[in-house]
Structures are given as structure tokens and as C-alpha cells.
């Protein structure tokens, strides 16, 4: 079991789904991205999934409390957050209790500094019996490309100068 599994308390059984990629910027530069919740992180959120980023309190790293708009389903749902850094700097991650959901994005410097290896991460709860395996794969089908272009997304807006 990862460490966000374990965020998820009471949960017996969770999935994670998941996007690594290299971004040839600086993991200071990266991180910033995903922790300012007011400019940067609402212009790098895929709009095809993605129907808005609002911010309740805070807008810089921990202790912002935002709501993410998502469409799923041809519906528009929406869910609260808290930000936390476990790790600042390298590690951001959003809880969204009422969803039971944690979302990571974790930073980490490549040789020489000048490049970050990337991940976005979920975990959710996954219910007992075939609803739980479908909700499962439908999910990792969904979200997998829509993080590896929110990835894509990061640098590009770090290419234009951010």
C-alpha cells in the first residue's frame, strides 16, 4: 500500500491512477505551477475534464481550500479541497473528503537540476464486486490521458515563460 493510500482513512480498498512525465524545467519552477491556485494551476487544468478551479481561501500551497469543477457523465460535478505539503516543495497534495479522494503532485529534480520528473496521482475508493471493477477501469481510462496532458500542459506554460 503507497503512503497516499493510507490517506484515505477507513478505506479497505483503494486504486491509484496516474501520469509521469520529464518537464525540462527546474523542479522549483514546476512546483510552483501545481501550488499557485489563483494564475498558474487553473491555466494548466485540461479543459476537456476540467470545467473550472475556484479558491475559497488561501491560493498559495497549503492551507488553500479551493473547488474543482469536473465533468463526467455529460454532468458537471463539483468537489472541495485542502491543500497540503507534506513534502514542500516536492509534494502538494489536494484531500477531498467528502469524495474520499487525494490527488499528489509530486516534483522530483533530474541530474544537473534543470529538469523534473512529474506525477500526477489519485487515489480513490474502490467498492466491492464488479461496480467497483468497472468504476475502477472506467476511471483509469478517463483520467490517465487527462493527466499526461495536464502534464503536457505544464510544459508548455513553463516553455512560454509562465
Given amino acids: 500500500m503507497s503512503a497516499l493510500e493510507t490517506m484515505i482513512p477507513g478505506e479497505a480498498r483503494t486504486f491509484a491512477v496516474s501520469a509521469t512525465r520529464r518537464i525540462a524545467a527546474a523542479p522549483d519552477a514546476v512546483y510552483a505551477v501545481f501550488a499557485d491556485y489563483r494564475e498558474a494551476h487553473p491555466r494548466i487544468l485540461p479543459p476537456s475534464f476540467f470545467d473550472g478551479l475556484t479558491v475559497e481561501e488561501g491560493g498559495y500551497g497549503a492551507g488553500t481550500v479551493l473547488v474543482v469543477k469536473a465533468r463526467f457523465g455529460g454532468r458537471v460535478r463539483a468537489m472541495r479541497g485542502v491543500v497540503t505539503e507534506p513534502e514542500p516543495g ?3 497534495v489536494e484531500t477531498y473528503p467528502d469524495d474520499r479522494i487525494v490527488t499528489s503532485f509530486r516534483v522530483v529534480a533530474e541530474r544537473g537540476g534543470d529538469a523534473s520528473r512529474v506525477t500526477i496521482a489519485s487515489v480513490f475508493p474502490r467498492r466491492w464486486g464488479p461496480v467497483g471493477w468497472v468504476e ?3 476511471l483509469r481510462r478517463l483520467l490517465e490521458p487527462v493527466y499526461a496532458e495536464e ?3 505544464v510544459a508548455a506554460y513553463l516553455a512560454r515563460g509562465g
Avoid: T
Wanted: hydrophobic content about 45%; glycine content about 0%.
Fill in 151 to 153: 502534464l503536457d500542459r
Fill in 90 to 92: 516536492r509534494l502538494l
Fill in 136 to 138: 475502477e477501469r472506467v
